[in-house]
């Protein structure tokens, strides 16, 4: 069942440009604060919960909300979803001792990417084209290339951990 999205018109313009907006600006934070954390000598133990757990949130309320601005709640819920168990596996990977998998081809600056583009192409082309919704068309493909980069990871992961240990 589709929804109604809750704004339409210069209001939802707006919105989507004020979302845009705020993805890039948690993306550059995101950048940063890695930069010093890491570079800067200044991780503390509970760093990695800080950059993960706040990260998690935010795939979900962008993509969700992502999902209601395009009125297909569900496909939203879905890209959440995924995008949990992309990173997930790569949480897990890196538990086992095994080095961070950030391949992709959905991984999370494609995904805040292939949400901008769409919500700026639905900001400028209002309705679509061919009756199509450009965020509808970015969450299918979030959908389908999360799905691709969780089992992706989750492969390499599994190949790896399966492997003989050098003694």
Known sequence: ???????????????????VALIVLRLLCNLFDGMVAVEGGKAGPDGAFWNEVP??????????????AAGALALGWAAAALAVLVAYVRAVGETLGQP?????????????????AGALTTSAIPGGVVGIDPLALALWAIVV????????RAWRLQRALAKPSPE
């Open 145 to 152: 290339g999360a799905a691709l980069t969780f089992g992706r």
């Open 100 to 116: 961070g998998d950030f391949s992709g081809p959905m991984a999370k600056p494609h995904r805040m990417g292939a949400i901008c």
């Open 55 to 68: 990260d998690r949130l935010a795939d979900i309320a962008i993509l969700v909300g992502a999902g209601a």
């Open 1 to 19: 069942m589709a929804l109604t999205p809750l704004v339409e018109g210069g209001a939802q313009t707006a919105l989507l440009a004020l979302s």
